[in-house]
């Protein structure tokens, strides 16, 4: 039997174990099974920008598989800090996890949409995104670990981040009409 027939046998066995728990009535199974579902079409969506940098810039490939590993370790550390002790009783280290995993894939989805022809401007926007992504995980840290960080700071890196993601497509699409 081949490594991906065996996937698919245990895939299959897994699924109709947990349909028969869910069937058989136990809400705290409905309740976890409903639980791994959504985060691991968070995670898997998070996932896929570290893949897609690999794909189109391979000299960051380490930093796509890193940003991919980051998000499956999320999924499964979170999950089972969820079924362990709940969802409000999440440990630092997971909540810092988390915030690496996220940022990590939005600086792949970033750097995996950079183009080698990029203008001055749309490179220096795309910087701006990185850095500020980069505060982001440090004051997330900082505030996960208790040292409370303002509303109107997040709100204001928000802001910032948003624009400097935003702002490459539009650049680019300026510099297209104006040739």
């Known amino acids: 039997?081949?490594?991906?027939?065996?996937a698919i046998w245990a895939l299959s066995i897994g699924a109709v174990v947990l349909i028969l728990l869910i069937l058989g009535g136990?809400?705290?199974?409905?309740?976890?099974v409903g639980w791994a579902?959504?985060?691991?079409?968070?995670?898997?969506?998070?996932s896929l920008p570290g893949f897609l940098l690999i794909q189109r810039r391979p000299e960051l490939a380490?930093?796509?598989?890193?940003?991919?590993?980051?998000?499956?370790?999320?999924?499964?550390?979170?999950?089972?800090?969820i079924f362990s002790?709940?969802?409000?009783?999440?440990h630092t280290s997971v909540g810092i996890l988390l915030l690496l995993a996220v940022v990590a894939g939005q600086a792949s989805m970033l750097l995996a949409f950079g183009r080698d022809y990029d203008s001055p401007l749309v490179n220096a926007a795309l910087v701006g995104s990185l850095v500020?992504?980069?505060?982001?995980?440090?004051?997330?840290?900082?505030?996960?670990?208790?040292?409370?960080?303002g509303d109107k700071v997040y709100g204001t890196l928000a802001v910032l981040?948003?624009?400097?993601?935003?702002?490459p497509p539009c650049l680019r699409w300026e510099e297209t009409e104006a040739t």
């Not at 002790?85 to 999440?90: I, Q, Y």
């Not at 981040?161 to 702002?167: D, M, R, T, V």
């Open 37 to 46: 579902t959504l985060l691991f079409v968070v995670f898997s969506l998070n």
């Open 26 to 32: 136990s809400e705290g199974t409905q309740e976890k």
């Open 132 to 149: 500020v992504l980069a505060l982001l995980v440090v004051l997330g840290t900082v505030s996960i670990t208790g040292t409370k960080i």
């Open 1 to 6: 039997m081949t490594p991906a027939r065996i």
């Open 161 to 167: 981040y948003l624009l400097s993601a935003l702002l």
């Open 85 to 90: 002790h709940g969802w409000f009783e999440v």
């Open 62 to 81: 380490l930093f796509g598989a890193t940003a991919l590993g980051l998000s499956v370790a999320a999924y499964f550390v979170l999950l089972g800090s």
